[in-house]
């Protein structure tokens, strides 16, 4: 067990440029969930995949972005045309789905920190 | 809707001194209740956990937490903290995972426990 790795730690990038995140959940895992942590907030969900298939999205994941995981392994998180709003931490969850461990608890990754000039 | 309220937002405390940071949820069918304590510039870490069974759940770094289904509450409590324990303190609700759920964590805002020497 690694745990969840999140590429890269930090991303510093004006405003209007696009960004990528990735996520590599731990091995075996087929569950994996997308948050946003803004200074002093708890993490906020924003999308949720099973495998592949991406099953559910919050309202707070605007049209800008957009997340994959197209075999079922890694995943990526895109903000196109970035806004000083969407400053914050990205982090990363995964827990197991199989029979009997699918209430396991959610392993967090560290995040990538984004920072919108 | 389901939430998650942390009524404190700083807890300053002096070392070996007891703590309780307060948790009260809202929902309408049962969840399941976690704390994850988070560390700067870091992912969340699950201190603890009820899913089930005995009331009482204790973490292996002396936490402790009891839910209390009558006040809708999951406080955490330590009876003499250290200098290490300072850190930011997550309460999470999560319902079973099926009949659509995803089993995804909705988070409180967090308490920041400032532990002084």
């Known amino acids: 067990d690694t745990g969840v790795s999140q590429d890269p730690r930090h991303k510093i990038t004006k405003r209007g440029q696009n960004v990528t995140f990735r996520c590599d959940p731990i091995s075996e895992h087929n569950r994996l969930y997308w948050y946003r942590q803004t200074l002093g907030q708890g993490p906020e969900f924003l999308t949720y995949f099973q495998n592949e298939a991406q099953l559910e999205k919050s309202r707070l994941l605007s049209d800008r972005f957009s997340a994959e995981r197209p075999k079922g392994s890694f995943s990526t998180l895109e903000i196109q045309r970035t806004e000083q709003g969407d400053s914050a931490m990205y982090l990363c969850?995964?827990?197991?789905?199989?029979?009997?461990?699918?209430?396991?608890?959610?392993?967090f990754g560290n995040g990538t920190r984004l920072t919108v000039t | 809707a389901q939430s998650v309220t942390q009524l404190d937002s700083q807890v300053p405390v002096f070392e070996e001194a007891p703590v309780e940071l307060r948790c009260n949820y809202s929902s309408s069918v049962s969840v399941y209740l976690f704390w994850y304590v988070q560390y700067p510039n870091q992912g969340l870490q699950l201190l603890l956990k009820y899913l089930s069974g005995s009331t009482l759940v204790e973490s292996i770094n002396g936490f402790e937490a009891e839910f209390n289904k009558s006040q809708t509450s999951f406080h955490l409590r330590k009876p003499s903290v250290h200098i290490s324990d300072t850190a930011e303190y997550f309460c999470?609700?999560?319902?079973?995972?099926?009949?659509?759920?995803?089993?995804?964590?909705?988070f409180g805002q967090g308490t920041t426990l400032q532990v002084k020497p």
């Open positions: 969850a995964s827990s197991p789905g199989r029979a009997g461990r699918r209430n396991s608890p959610l392993h």
């Open positions: 999470a609700v999560r319902f079973p995972h099926g009949s659509g759920n995803t089993g995804k964590l909705i």
